[in-house]
């Protein structure tokens, strides 16, 4: 075993880190000189552009266009809109000064876009011909965080967020639940995590929204993820910026807004679900590389292996794939081995004097390390149909674990000891008080993470609050979370 596999700490010693030794071991992010802000390298940011252009195809199917809108609010505007102030202010970083001269009105480094895009759509908005308005960016955006993880909370992160009007609130609402689903079925169907949609308890939703809806996903330590939101804002932004329009019944009327986003917390996801001992393990629908041909050879048969290595890297390549030939020398086979399962390449392409002399090559699967000859006529199809198993596998997987880390306790007491022990998530009764779930929080330090859509805007009715015994008027979902 390689130097680099042998650093990485055991999963089930310490999964935080873990993570990090993941992280750091596959090169996907490092620290930098400034407190909670990491840079993405080369690889980590490859996964990103694959979520990237995935997702931003998905959004724009849905009829929403890009555009970008300034890193700078000004604090008059940041004000305007008092809850959503109120949530964010601890973590707003503000520009008071330019080189000598101080701001006349201090400029707050974007935490999200809704002030300064509700102060635009003011002017963009005048009748109903202008709606519905939607309009998608790619940004970054700064929350300083007292407590960060490379991806899963740091100080500056890479995310989209939309933000759309519209003339009804029936009209906006079919917004949300819209984009939640695009939410859903992309991390199932891209990235391979199993998620639960619902609704966020007044307590967990977004400063300024009316309602929150959220993803979340379940990682391989028993805590909760939310992996994206999609928020209900209302009229309150609306109000407060005035974004108004003369409908077809020639009255001014405010208009109904969304937002929603998902961020570069989807990588560390990904790494939280998929991964083992041995490093990343990446859906081929995401990795930079899916397969990997590692050339094996002495002196004597260099040249041949090498060549026949090329060729075959090639008609992967030309069938689509993204190929990577690994031809260095000065590490062994085994090194490369170890290197390329750390960096979760799907699949690896064993070939040597051997395998020339069979007609055949070895395939090595990442998700199970099932190894199997191929015969070389067969190697691009055999290929391409392990890349469509292996999505499918990971999924299935990540789902088994999900639902055998689901429980349904009782009362309060099975309830704290499933906390304290596995963790996983905990469906409940919850009778609606937010006294009730603010007993939770302190007892175990669960939280609701979202009440699933069953039918309806808030699920169905089941049992008893397993707080306080009084009928439940949901079914809720609680986890320790990330």
């Given at each position: 075993m390689s130097e680099e596999v042998k650093d990485i700490t055991k999963r089930s010693v310490d999964f935080s880190q873990w993570y990090i030794d993941v992280v750091r071991k596959a090169d996907l992010a490092d620290y930098t000189p400034v407190r909670g802000c990491m840079v993405i390298k080369p690889y980590g940011y490859a996964i990103w552009e694959a979520i990237q252009r995935e997702l931003d195809r998905r959004i724009k199917e849905t009829g929403h266009v890009n555009a970008y809108f300034?890193?700078?609010?000004?604090?008059?505007?940041?004000?305007?809109?008092?809850?959503?102030?109120?949530g964010f202010a601890p973590e707003v970083p503000w520009v008071t000064q330019v080189g000598e001269e101080k701001l006349e009105e201090r400029l707050a480094i974007r935490p999200t876009s809704e002030a300064i895009i509700g102060h635009l759509y003011a002017d963009w908005i005048q009748s109903y011909r202008d709606l519905p308005l939607l309009i998608n960016q790619w940004a970054n955006v700064v929350r300083w965080e007292k407590r960060t993880r490379p991806f899963l909370r740091t100080s500056e992160f890479l995310w989209q967020e939309g933000h759309t009007c519209h003339a009804t609130h029936e009209e906006a609402l079919e917004e949300v639940l819209r984009m939640l689903d695009v939410y859903r079925s992309f991390a199932?169907?891209?990235?391979?995590?199993?998620?639960v949609a619902g609704l966020k308890s007044d307590s967990e939703k977004f400063a300024g929204a009316v309602d929150t809806y959220a993803i979340e996903a379940l990682m391989g330590d028993g805590k909760a993820l939310q992996m994206g939101t999609s928020h209900d804002l209302g009229q309150n932004f609306a109000k407060a910026f005035g974004i108004k329009f003369?409908?077809?019944?020639?009255?001014?009327?405010?208009?109904?807004?969304?937002?929603?986003?998902?961020?570069?917390?989807?990588?560390g996801g990904l790494v939280m679900v998929h991964g083992?001992?041995?490093?990343?393990?990446l859906p081929p629908t995401v990795a930079p590389i899916q397969a990997v041909v590692v050339p094996i050879y002495r002196d004597a048969t260099k040249e041949k292996v090498l060549a026949e290595a090329a060729a075959l890297a090639g008609e992967l390549s030309a069938g689509g794939l993204r190929v990577k030939l690994d031809d260095r020398e000065g590490v062994s086979p085994g090194w490369k081995f170890n290197d390329w399962e750390m960096r979760g390449v799907p699949l690896r392409v064993e070939l040597g004097p051997k395998d020339i002399e069979a007609g055949q090559v070895t395939f090595v699967?990442?998700?199970?390390?099932?190894?199997s000859p191929v015969p070389r006529g067969e190697a691009v199809s055999r290929a391409g149909a392990l890349m469509g198993q292996m999505q499918a596998a990971l999924l299935e997987r990540a789902r088994s674990w999900r639902d055998s880390m689901t429980r349904r306790p009782a009362d309060m007491s099975k309830f704290k000891a499933a906390c304290e022990g596995q963790g996983g998530f905990l469906v409940a009764g919850w009778?609606?008080?937010?006294?009730?779930?603010?007993a939770v929080k302190e007892e175990t330090t669960a939280t609701i993470r979202c009440i699933p859509l069953e039918g309806g805007k808030a699920g169905k009715d089941k049992g008893v609050c397993v707080v306080c015994g009084a009928p439940a008027k949901h079914s809720a979902w609680f986890a320790r979370a990330y």
């Open positions: 300034p890193l700078f609010v000004p604090e008059s505007l940041l004000m305007k809109e008092a809850e959503h102030v109120e199932e169907e891209f990235l391979g995590v199993p998620v003369l409908d077809q019944d020639n009255t001014e009327k405010f208009v109904w807004q969304t937002s929603w986003g998902v961020s570069t917390r989807l990588i083992d001992d041995r490093g990343l393990v699967r990442r998700d199970t390390g099932e190894k009778c609606g008080s937010p006294a009730c779930e603010a």
